[in-house]
């Protein structure tokens, strides 16, 4: 006769009552939910169609939840889940990954939906399909569309929807959350064709990888980078794989500002003056130091730092027609914020917060604290953030002016409206449409949206 420990027993009987309630055949497992859905999606998304590094068994499943992956973002959950919650939210992703596995995150019927909107009727337009998590999007004065994609490559779509790669891009590091990530041209791009590709730049340490955010430069010559060389390095290189930040953002005069998240050593970098880590700075654009900047006079301080106590800043943008900087940055477990950027302030992180660990433990009690900058708005539960823009131009009458933000973790793009400084009314679109990474608004004024796996990109044209 087969005999069980106590605690095998609890696992067995936790896991066959799930069943019998339906929570690993129908819904969410309510441990899943309040754990792992705001990183990998509220019906396990991220598990879909995807290359698994450390193993897709369900032993490596319950591995990687109780132990996790801390270089890679991953935490461990051993000490504050049972091991009964443990095995049901195994096998509640086993089981989504065996229902779904031939599944398409994006219909055939999204990729033409019709929509409504602030009075306007839209539809989306697909642009480009079979990608791999395109991040970053520019155009060109041609019309022509750069794009980057994570593992490290970069592409030139034409208007005939043909792709051609870029040669000449930096070596990166595309483990975890790393990669080739955004992409941004000069203001003078049709005198001298330089473009900037934010990337996280690997070395070796005592045989070990380091990677860290950083800038590089090159001429675009037909279809090659030449001439290319970093003109930023977010110092120091270490060995995490995550929260690089890695957005840029060209000012009216000229400057080149530069997001970095602080890598996940939230009580190391983001409130110390004299790293990287953790902030958003400002360089001219062959990388050397405004001599005004906030900090530039300060005993310790690094020059380039335009603002820190960032957690990790992937979303930046210049409201038109101003010189006022908006940044979107993501929370732990929700409070993830909106901000409104000035030179020389600090915006909290870790001090103040409105979310807590991964594991539901706080880490602060504090969400305001004399000196630090309040968000504008902030999201609980998160939507993870990432990408914004500001809709430009006469094609959108009812979004003009409005500030859109792509949602990670619930798929859908979000529709700021903005009045003296503050968030109005906010709109979800386009539900379901996959992760979205990037937005940015063509030269002949149209949104266009990319999502990562599989990846697309969007064009949404009003009826």
């Known amino acids: 006769m087969l005999k069980f420990t106590p605690l095998v027993l609890i696992a067995l009987i936790a896991t066959f009552c799930s069943r019998d309630k339906g929570l690993l055949t129908s819904g969410v497992h309510p441990d899943y939910k309040k754990y792992c859905a705001s990183c990998h999606g509220q019906q396990a998304e991220s598990f879909i169609q995807r290359t698994w590094k450390h193993g897709n068994s369900r032993l490596d499943i319950i591995r990687a939840i109780k132990e996790g992956y801390a270089a890679e973002g991953m935490p461990g959950f051993k000490a504050s889940l049972k091991e009964a919650q443990i095995l049901g939210i195994a096998d509640y992703i086993v089981q989504t990954m065996e229902q779904q596995k031939d599944k398409k995150i994006i219909t055939e019927t999204l990729q033409s939906a019709n929509f409504r909107s602030a009075g306007m009727n839209l539809r989306l337009d ?179 730092i335009w603002s820190y106590g960032h957690r990790n800043p992937q979303g930046l943008a210049f409201q038109p027609g101003t010189n006022l900087l908006w940044e979107h940055e993501h929370g732990p477990r929700g409070g993830d914020e909106l901000n409104l950027i000035q030179p020389g302030k600090n915006y909290g992180w870790p001090i103040t917060s409105y979310g807590t660990h991964y594991d539901g433990r706080s880490f602060t009690d504090k969400t305001t604290q004399e000196g630090i900058e309040e968000p504008i708005t902030y999201w609980v539960p998160s939507i993870a953030p990432c990408g914004m823009t500001f809709v430009t131009g006469d094609r959108y009458p009812g979004w003009k002016d409005n500030l859109m933000i792509g949602s990670l973790r619930f798929k859908y793009m979000n529709r700021c409206s903005l009045q003296d400084n503050k968030v109005v009314e906010q709109e979800q679109l386009l539900e379901n449409i996959g992760r979205m990474r990037c937005l940015t608004m063509s030269p002949d004024g149209y949104l266009y949206l990319s999502v990562e796996e599989p990846g697309y990109i969007f064009r949404i044209v009003p009826q």
């Open 126 to 304: 697909t642009v480009a399909t079979g990608l791999e998590s395109p991040w970053g999007m520019t155009f060109l004065p041609t019309g022509e569309l750069v794009f980057t994609e994570k593992a490290g490559t970069l592409w030139k779509l034409d208007t005939r929807g043909k792709k051609t790669e870029i040669k000449g891009v930096p070596k990166v590091s595309s483990e975890g959350q790393g990669g080739l990530l955004d992409v941004k041209l000069h203001p003078r791009f049709i005198e001298n064709k330089l473009i900037y590709l934010s990337y996280s730049k690997p070395k070796t340490e005592n045989g070990k990888e380091v990677v860290t955010t950083a800038v590089f430069r090159a001429k675009l010559v037909k279809d090659e980078l030449v001439d290319g060389a970093d003109i930023f390095v977010a110092e120091p290189f270490i060995d995490t794989k995550y929260h690089f930040g890695s957005r840029m953002e060209f000012s009216r005069d000229g400057y080149l500002f530069v997001t970095v998240g602080e890598r996940g050593k939230q009580d190391l970098f983001p409130q110390a003056l004299d790293a990287a880590p953790g902030k958003i700075h400002r360089i001219k654009d062959d990388g050397s130091i405004p001599s005004n900047n906030p900090l530039v006079d300060q005993s310790g301080a690094l020059p380039s």
